[in-house]
């Protein structure tokens, strides 16, 4: 279960939290991504808005982590932090 931050709240992408990103804001995947951050390589513009190159790991459902690692491009002003409730 996964919990989105409040309205009006709006967290800076950081190392270590879990972000959620809409299928048409990050490159490359299919679906929303929900990723724990454990990098953040660059940010910077592009295509009219801040975009950040960032390695995690996905989250599952279930709340658990995949154990391979990631990269993703997101649209820093389309990232929502989310809470993961891990059962």
Same mark, same amino acid.
């Given at each position: 279960?996964?919990?989105?931050?409040?309205?009006?709240?709006?967290?800076?992408?950081?190392?270590?939290?879990?972000?959620?990103?809409?299928?048409?804001?990050?490159?490359?995947?299919?679906?929303?991504?929900?990723?724990?951050?454990?990098?953040?390589?660059?940010?910077?513009?592009?295509?009219?808005?801040?975009?950040?190159?960032? =390695?995690?790991?996905? /989250? @599952?459902? &279930?709340?658990?982590?995949? %154990? $391979?690692? =990631?990269?993703?491009? /997101? @649209?820093? &002003?389309?990232?929502?932090? %989310? $809470?993961?409730?891990?059962?």
């Amino acid at each position: 279960m996964r919990a989105e931050t409040p309205a009006g709240r709006r967290p800076s992408l950081t190392v270590g939290s879990t972000i959620r990103v809409p299928e048409d804001s990050y490159r490359f995947g299919v679906g929303p991504l929900t990723l724990h951050v454990t990098e953040i390589l660059s940010r910077g513009p592009f295509e009219g808005h801040v975009w950040a190159e960032v =390695r995690g790991h996905d /989250v @599952r459902e &279930d709340g658990s982590l995949a %154990v $391979r690692a =990631r990269f993703a491009f /997101v @649209r820093v &002003d389309r990232v929502r932090v %989310v $809470r993961v409730v891990r059962l």
